[in-house]
């Protein structure tokens, strides 16, 4: 990538990062520019304590993906999330941001999570695609392409394109829950000749995925 899309990319990821600050949920902790949370400390509902102001420096307005260990999934994909836990300073701030990386064939499974998400492709080529009970929404992204995707929605990404595909997803939320679709039907102890009947799914396969998601029943 050279100088100037990765210029172009700095700039789209900042304007992003405003766009989800300035429509997000205002946060119920007072702070006067920035609240860096106390980890030690119990997260309420409106988010952790602040540390003291004069504890804070630059650095913890910094945050860097290189050499961080990403969360994988079960499907060529490394996650690599930058919520509050990671970077305290987004404490009250309502937002976050996680960088992903699918392999070539790969994908996210369906998921869905408590906040809105910008879906931003910054190398190779991404297929999104949002479920709704009536209609789908999908679109295939190339770097400098991005697609919403609101709160609550399940949805999908597949790496669609050769080689690996590196993505950028803000979030609006400090610290959002993700719910994949194929944990909450196969990593549980519902026994598979009921999950079979609830789910329309053969008991064969039921039980297949039990076994690769170690659910029991």
Not at 28 to 43: G, V
Not at 99 to 127: N, R, S, T, W, Y
């Amino acid at each position: 990538m050279n100088s100037s899309k990765e210029m172009m990319n700095s700039i789209l990821i900042l304007l992003l990062c405003v766009l989800l600050s300035s429509t997000s949920h205002a946060s119920s902790i007072t702070r006067q520019n920035f609240c860096k949370a106390d980890l030690n400390r119990p997260n309420t509902p409106s988010g952790y304590q602040c540390l003291p102001s004069d504890t804070v420096t630059a650095a913890d307005f910094k945050y860097s993906f290189n050499g961080k260990p990403g969360i994988p999934l079960p499907s060529k994909t490394l996650a690599f999330p930058a919520t509050v836990l990671q970077l305290p300073i987004l404490n009250g701030l309502g937002i976050s941001v996680s960088l992903g990386e699918i392999e070539e064939g790969g994908f996210v499974p369906v998921h869905d999570h408590d906040a809105d998400e910008i879906v931003m492709v910054l190398k190779g080529q991404l297929d999104v695609g949002i479920l709704t009970p009536l209609k789908s929404y999908c679109n295939t992204l190339i770097p400098g392409e991005s697609m919403v995707v609101p709160k609550g929605l399940l949805h999908y990404l597949i790496n669609s394109g050769p080689g690996k595909a590196v993505f950028l997803a803000p979030f609006s939320n400090p610290n959002p829950v993700f719910r994949f679709l194929y944990e909450e039907l196969f990593a549980n102890d519902v026994p598979s000749r009921i999950l079979s009947q609830v789910s329309f799914l053969d008991k064969p396969q039921v039980r297949k995925n039990k076994a690769r998601f170690n659910g029991t029943g």
